[in-house]
T-cell receptor
């Protein structure tokens, strides 16, 4: 595709439910990143993938958060037993081979609302 | 933990005025990026600076990276309503923090016609 695609664009869920957020990076991009943007917190790093492996998972806020990437392409961020403080915009980004975080292309994000 | 302090948080100016946004840290970054974000969209990369003292120009936007690679500024000349948006700086510490950008809190710029 032309850009990073994220789905759904909006998700409303009830506290305690699990949610899955999907990210389709730009074709050929080897690195994929997840960030969270919330009011008062700015953009917060969650996790990044180089290929299918995640060298750095330190940004995941709790063990309710997990992410995987398959086939070096699509990634899924899963939040189990959602809490109200999980409400935020979840942004995915990818970068071309060899350029890493100095050249990120972001998707439009998934707005998650936990009621 | 590396922090990027971005200022001002809000900026409301008239068309034609000049402005500067600052991004400061006590940490050294291997590179620093500036992004612009519009409502409902993800951030869009404007520029990446990597060398201390580097100055880059993008039309009416001038970006500077401090000599010690701890701070950066974005200067807009003769602002236009189309410049309205959220401006974010982000630093890459490299090394063991590779892949993990630290973002400033952002500057919301409004340019009135």
């Amino acid at each position: 595709g032309a850009g990073v695609s994220q789905s759904p664009s909006n998700k409303v869920t009830e506290k305690g439910k699990d949610v899955e957020l999907r990210c389709d990076p730009i074709s050929g991009h080897t690195a994929l990143y997840w960030y969270r943007q919330s009011l008062g917190q700015g953009l917060e790093f969650l996790i990044y993938f180089q290929g299918n492996s995640a060298p750095d998972k330190s940004g995941l806020p709790s063990d309710r958060f997990s992410a995987e990437r398959t086939g070096g392409s699509v990634s899924t961020l899963t939040i189990q037993r959602t809490q109200q403080e999980d409400s935020a915009v979840y942004l995915c980004a990818s970068s071309p081979p060899g350029l890493g975080p100095e050249k990120l292309f972001f998707g439009s994000g998934t707005q998650l609302s936990v009621l | 933990t590396q922090l990027l302090e971005q200022s001002p948080q809000f900026l409301s100016i008239q068309e034609g005025e000049n402005l500067t946004v600052y991004c400061n840290s006590s940490s050294v970054f291997s590179s620093l990026q500036w992004y612009r974000q519009e409502p409902g969209e993800g951030p869009v990369l404007l520029v990446t600076v990597v060398t201390g003292g580097e100055v880059k120009k993008l039309k009416r936007l001038t970006f500077q990276f401090g000599d010690a690679r701890k701070d950066s500024s974005l200067h807009i000349t003769a602002a236009q309503p189309g410049d309205t948006g959220l401006y974010l700086c982000a630093g890459d510490a490299g090394g063991t923090s590779y892949g993990k950008l630290t973002f400033g809190q952002g500057t919301i710029l409004t340019v009135h016609p």
